[in-house]
Nanobody, 126 residues
Framework: QVQPVESGGGLVQAGGSLRLACEASGFALDYYRIGWFRQAPGKEREGVSC????????YYSDSVKGRFTISRDNAKNTVYLEMSSLKPEDTAVYYCATGDQYYRCSDYPWGSYDYWGQGTQVTVSS
């Protein structure tokens, strides 16, 4: 079964940092384009960051650009989302998802994702 698992969420003060991890068991994450999404209470889910499978091409939403960094560790079968300079508006449940490998993130960052994790809560206090 293809289902990624997120971890690393928690409570942090504004200006702080967290590192989220998206891990896989039983399948190789490097086969897939991986996206990070988030959903705050009362809001729609939004794309945060994406990393392609082929050339590690990356993409970030304007709201996180310059503060978040996505990376792969293929040896650990894990994709990370390093979050710094966190703001209260970053508070949300963060999800990772596997996307098809035919698109580069810079061309199609938020569409065609098939398998989603359960999410990890990130809370940023002011």
């Amino acid at each position: 079964q293809v289902q990624p698992v997120e971890s690393g969420g928690g409570l942090v003060q504004a200006g702080g940092s967290l590192r989220l991890a998206c891990e896989a068991s039983g399948f190789a994450l490097d086969y897939y384009r991986i996206g990070w999404f988030r959903q705050a209470p009362g809001k729609e889910r939004e794309g945060v960051s994406c990393v392609s499978n082929s050339d590690a091409n990356t993409y970030y939403s304007d709201s996180v650009k310059g503060r978040f960094t996505i990376s792969r560790d293929n040896a650990k079968n894990t994709v990370y989302l390093e979050m710094s300079s966190l703001k209260p508006e970053d508070t949300a449940v963060y999800y990772c998802a596997t996307g098809d490998q035919y698109y580069r993130c810079s061309d199609y960052p938020w569409g065609s994702y098939d398998y989603w994790g359960q999410g990890t809560q990130v809370t940023v206090s002011s």
